[in-house]
């Protein structure tokens, strides 16, 4: 096994930055359209969850590259983008991407965390709580499956290195990259259109 595939937490798309960057960029269409052409328009998402897809994919990339810059990797990690998975309902869980990772990828993440503090992380963050029943409960538990641990380590990663949703946006071209994609998903509902 070279690879291994898990689910990445990375904020989602619902109530999230993502989603607002997406409103955004369709604010900013019904204000142009009318300040430069004088008409007003209903713009609305052709395919929403091609477009979620999409930015998620671009997600991975930029990621790719945040971990690169603000870590001491000699190279870039090299997830993968696999699929996005989204809920059907958002009530207990957000979306989530599956990704995938090099083990020398990962072996070489690894190195640039305090073993001591994972492990805490991981035993307080994986144990039951309120409305949580954790099927891998502490460390030893959650290493055993190693999509779990990728999942819960890249949790304690960004934690480790402040990174979240909104800065993974505005690093770079991402926020342009978001509004270039909402743009090509634009359907309008006007009748000048």
Request: charged content about 30%; some cysteine; overall charge negative.
């Amino acid at each position: 096994m070279n690879t291994v595939e898990f689910y990445l937490d990375f904020g989602g798309f619902y109530d999230s930055h993502l989603s607002a960057q997406i409103e955004y960029t369709l604010e900013d269409e019904i204000e142009y359209q009318k300040t430069e052409h004088g008409i007003e328009v209903d713009p609305c998402l052709a395919n929403y969850q091609e477009l979620c897809e999409k930015i998620s994919k671009e997600y991975i990339s930029i990621l790719n590259e945040t971990l690169f810059f603000e870590t001491d990797l000699r190279d870039e990690p090299s997830l993968e983008y696999i699929a996005l998975n989204s809920p059907r309902f958002y009530n207990f869980e957000t979306d989530t991407i599956l990704t995938q990772l090099s083990i020398k990828d990962l072996k070489n993440l690894l190195r640039l965390v305090d073993r001591s503090k994972l492990v805490a992380y991981i035993n307080e963050h994986s144990k039951s709580r309120d409305g949580f029943i954790s099927f891998y409960n502490g460390f030893e538990a959650v290493k055993k499956d190693l999509s779990i641990f990728c999942r819960y380590f890249f949790n304690y990663l960004f934690e480790v290195y402040e990174i979240d949703q909104a800065r993974v946006i505005n690093e770079g071209y991402f926020y342009e990259t978001t509004a270039e994609l909402t743009f090509e998903h634009i359907n309008y509902e006007s009748e000048d259109y």
